[in-house]
């Protein structure tokens, strides 16, 4: 009759015994953190735009040195202008009209007699 007895077994394996393996967890979850704390600032920052065949961006910033860079993307054309405060052409030139902003925004241009 003993031998029909169920034998109760331990649920413990030899991996419960150390005390390193809550640390893994903690690192699964700082890595699901950071996954999603990096997908809300590339919608905060619209950065999924800049990879859009489709979109046009302007972008303009100054680097280390101080001079202001526009950068460009139209289609899969990236065009990158540094701005200067270098006079091109020399002062040669003439004025060829004035150009006005209305209070809505628009802009309008309005050519000088002599400039024809």
Not at 14 to 33: R, T
């Amino acid at each position: 009759m003993r031998y029909l007895k169920k034998r109760r077994f331990s649920t413990r394996t030899a991996g419960d015994d150390d005390p390193l393996s809550g640390v893994a967890n903690l690192f699964d979850v700082g890595l699901v953190f950071i996954v999603g704390l990096f997908l809300a600032l590339m919608t905060v920052y619209h950065i999924m735009d800049f990879f859009s065949e489709t979109s046009e961006i302007t972008i303009m910033k100054k680097n280390e040195q101080g001079e202001l860079e526009i950068i460009t993307k139209k289609g899969k054309e990236i065009k990158i202008e540094k701005v200067t405060d270098k006079k091109i052409g020399g002062e040669e030139g003439m004025r060829l009209g004035t150009a006005y902003q209305l209070k809505d925004g628009r802009m309008i241009y309005v050519p000088d007699e002599n400039s024809k």
